[in-house]
């Protein structure tokens, strides 16, 4: 849904402009990630205080009949451990439940149920995203017996097997920061597409980039993807399923912009990419770092540059979304000069 998202600095003159235009949606709960605020509004309203961004909200009345609800249900002590907020993909929401809570995850379950209109079936994380396809396992708990959804982001709408592709919902305004910056005529690579946000969402924010080559290793994400480009009927978008390393260097293009979007080993293809880009391309490189030290991701860029003997500079560093305490996905924007 529509969101007003302001720097923390500008917080309280935003919200007071949105409070006194009564631009505020209270259905939804206002939400805080990384060094921005999100509050959900109405309709759209041109400010310098903010920026207009899609964000999935929870639902105020929701949570709070949902906490009463399991209040009642469960212990104080299991109530202590209870965790109302949770991801939804599409109409399926997954929710993490601590190990005190196992014995009750039906019951917390079928509350999440109750209480949500949109949703119609809830899995509970049972692992970590692991493996070369970022992929993690999901145990089905309650309502429909699906782990498909069809998700919509950024004006596109998505079909995925949530255990089989990973998909993070939290993504959705960084996909939407890069689209901002393309440019009418590029011809841009999208690594590591999964069932293919990026390219979708950048193409229909910017219909006027020339081409996108999309490479995804994991055939299920592929299919997935083919079948999302078809439904939103966009063009342009060339999908390859395999490996970045063998496909990229095959590819005849050069390009004008690269995204990497594989924080945990993207530096291991920043070779890859340097040799697919064309001089003064931009580089939207991802990784997951400890606040203390961000720098270590323009530190392995500045490594890979030189190996290729390519000059760079940064344009930005931004956090989008928080991998652990303190550990935070970050993306570096960064241009070959
Ligand atoms: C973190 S996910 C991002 C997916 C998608 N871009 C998104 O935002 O939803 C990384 C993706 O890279 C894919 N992948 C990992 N190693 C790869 C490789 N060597 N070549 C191509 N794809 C790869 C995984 O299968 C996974 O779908």
């Given at each position: 849904m529509l969101a007003a998202k302001a720097r923390l600095e500008n917080v309280e003159k935003a919200r007071i402009f949105l409070t006194e235009r009564g631009?505020?949606?209270?259905d939804f709960k206002m939400a805080k990630d990384g060094d921005y605020f999100y509050f959900p509004i109405k309709k759209k309203m041109k400010s310098d205080l903010f920026a207009i961004v899609s964000y999935n909200f929870e639902t105020r009345k929701s949570n709070e009949d949902l906490r009463s609800t399991l209040s009642k249900k469960l212990t104080k002590k299991e109530f202590a451990h209870l965790k109302t907020s949770f991801d939804t993909i599409g109409s399926i929401a997954i929710l993490e439940i601590d190990k005190e809570l196992r014995k009750k995850e039906k019951i917390i379950a079928d509350s999440v149920l109750a209480a949500n209109?949109?949703?119609?079936t809830i899995l509970r994380k049972?692992?970590?995203?692991?493996?070369e396809f970022r992929t993690q396992k999901l145990k089905y708990i309650t309502?429909?017996?699906?782990?498909e959804a069809v998700h919509k982001e950024n004006g596109v709408v998505m079909k995925l097997d949530v255990e089989k592709v990973y998909f993070s919902p939290r993504l959705s305004t960084e996909r939407q920061r890069v689209a901002n910056q393309t440019k009418p005529g590029e011809n841009i690579l999208c690594m590591?597409?999964?069932?293919g946000p990026y390219p979708l969402v950048l193409i229909k924010l910017?219909?006027?980039?020339k081409s996108i080559v999309s490479v995804e290793k994991n055939p299920v994400a592929v299919k997935y993807q083919k079948e999302n480009i078809a439904m939103n009927k966009l063009q342009k978008i060339d999908v390859f399923c395999g490996d970045v390393r063998k496909i990229v260097p095959k590819l005849k293009n050069r390009f004008d912009r690269i995204l990497m979007p594989?924080?945990?080993?993207a530096a291991d293809f920043l070779d890859v990419a340097l040799a697919a880009a064309k001089k003064g391309a931009t580089v939207h490189f991802y990784d997951f770092l400890h606040e203390s030290s961000f720098n270590d991701a323009v530190e392995k860029i500045k490594a890979a540059c030189e190996k290729s003997k390519l000059s760079f500079k940064v344009l930005s560093i931004n956090k989008?979304?928080?991998?652990?305490p303190r550990v935070f996905r970050i993306c570096v924007d960064f241009k070959l000069i």
């Open positions: 631009l505020i949606d209270n209109k949109n949703l119609r049972s692992g970590r995203h692991s493996g309502g429909e017996r699906t782990k590591f597409s999964g069932c910017q219909p006027r980039i594989l924080p945990k080993n989008c979304g928080q991998h652990a």
